[in-house]
């Protein structure tokens, strides 16, 4: 069966297009800071999302047809599935997908038959690739559906979940190698508590970071040389979660000796539910050697949950592409966690969601090499901290004064001007006049 027929092959039409079906500002050959676009921003396809989710809420059922032609539940609809993600990728010019084990194939009772099937459909995924430029670019297992899961994987209380978390972590990075993965996820999605009254916080912490170092020694004997991410959040579906931001889950990841085999993948809409904002949390991994990957989506500040919109703030996106300007790229790329919203539930809204996307980070990656070009913001930044450069400033930073030396030069200088303004409202504007001038 052919998938999407009616859709064409999405070309760049540039910032005029009114065409729904055209990139408006994504233009992959279009060299940026010596790069083309599509070197900067390795796009990737969520298989859940995309080709699972059908709209069911808390509060109704599906909305849109996500069988493909084929039966819901059976491997012709995990195969319809693969069909229609490589036609979708194909046309938008997508060249990698993210996977959990059980987006792939319906899980079965047991293990033994759900590998079989894994086997099956990842030999289907490796055909499929032939031929095209299409790879995986993280694979991850899903420990957080299946009520077995709900004291956690790595967390729970039962040494048998433990064992069964760990196959199936065994799988997953099997299957990412077979697809030529260059990540593995573990997003901790019930990693965490409700309440302390019966929970050994310790305990657990300790057996998450064990089963991250069997997954290590595991992937490394198999030959994974990509990186593994921690993707941090601060709840949901867990009141607490362990991998809160990205400074606790680097304070996890150096305090059990995982930093030189994990990286972060910095999920926008989870750095919003943790208080920050999308850059703050891409900054703190990048300024620890940790920015890895991206879950490219957005949330709602008037909602607290995790809406995982498709992406079109282009300021946020503009400060994300700053960052991974700065930080001279990602080994990851960019993944669209993102939904389409309930009622666009056509086969149309995926493309014009990717469309979107796609556009957004593009914007925000144009526009960001455009601030670092202006000069101004770095220009700033270097003034402000000028005092460190000479006398007492240039002995602080070279770690070559003590306390008793700063404090006699204290009492001679009496008390100290000032700091120079912080100049922010100048700053924002000179943001503006490079989005929009
Ligand atoms: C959940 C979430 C996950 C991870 C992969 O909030 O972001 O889909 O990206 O398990
Ligand atoms: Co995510």
Redesign the pocket.
């Known amino acids: 069966m052919q998938h999407f027929e009616n859709i064409p092959v999405i070309r760049y039409e540039g910032p005029t297009s009114k065409n729904p079906l055209a990139f408006k500002f994504y233009d992959p050959a279009r060299v940026v800071m010596g790069k083309p676009m599509r070197e900067h921003l390795p796009f990737a396809m969520a298989w859940?999302h995309n080709l699972c989710a059908a709209g069911t809420d808390m509060f109704g059922r599906d909305t849109a047809d996500k069988s493909f032609g084929a039966e819901k539940g059976t491997m012709e609809h995990a195969k319809a599935k693969v069909d229609a993600g490589f036609a979708f990728m194909q046309k938008l010019g997508i060249r990698y997908f993210c996977f959990?084990d059980v987006d792939l194939v319906p899980e079965a009772d047991d293990i033994k038959e759900t590998n079989r099937r894994l086997d099956e459909i990842s030999d289907y995924i490796l055909e499929k690739m032939q031929g095209t430029d299409i790879r995986c670019l993280w694979g991850?297992a899903?420990m957080f559906s299946n009520p077995r899961y709900m004291n956690g994987a790595g967390s729970t209380n039962s040494a048998e979940v433990f064992c069964f978390a760990a196959a199936q972590i065994k799988k997953a990075l099997d299957l990412t190698v077979k697809l030529g993965g260059r990540g593995y996820?573990f997003?901790g999605?019930r990693e965490g508590y409700e309440t302390l009254l019966n929970t050994d916080v310790k305990f657990e912490q300790e057996n998450i970071a064990n089963l991250m170092h069997m997954a290590v020694d595991y992937g490394r004997s198999i030959g994974f040389t990509g990186d593994f991410y921690i993707?941090p959040?601060p709840k949901e579906p867990m009141k607490h979660q362990y991998d809160f931001d990205a400074a606790t889950a680097i304070g996890f990841l150096r305090q059990y000796g995982l930093d030189k085999d994990f990286k972060l993948n910095i999920?926008a809409n989870?750095a919003t539910l943790a208080g920050h904002t999308f850059q703050h949390d891409l900054r703190i991994s990048a300024i620890n050697g940790m920015l890895g990957s991206i879950?490219a989506n957005q949330g709602d500040l008037l909602l607290g949950w995790?809406t995982d919109e498709f992406p079109f703030n282009v300021y946020d996106a503009t400060m994300c592409m700053y960052e991974v300007l700065k930080n001279g790229g990602l080994t990851g790329g960019f993944n669209f966690?993102s939904k389409t919203r309930r009622p666009s539930n056509t086969d149309e809204d995926m493309f014009h969601a990717y469309i979107l996307g796609m556009d957004t980070f593009a914007l925000g990656l144009l526009k960001a090499a455009a601030l670092i070009e202006d000069g101004r913001l770095d220009a700033f930044l270097a003034e402000r901290y000028a005092s460190f450069r000479t006398g007492v400033g240039a002995k602080i930073r070279k770690h070559e004064t003590t306390l008793l030396e700063l404090s006699a030069i204290a009492e001679q200088m009496g008390a100290p001007a000032l700091p120079s303004s912080g100049r922010q409202e100048y700053l924002e504007s000179v943001v503006n006049s490079i989005l929009f001038g």
């Open positions: 859940w959990h991850t899903n996820v997003w999605g993707e959040k999920e989870h879950d995790d966690d």
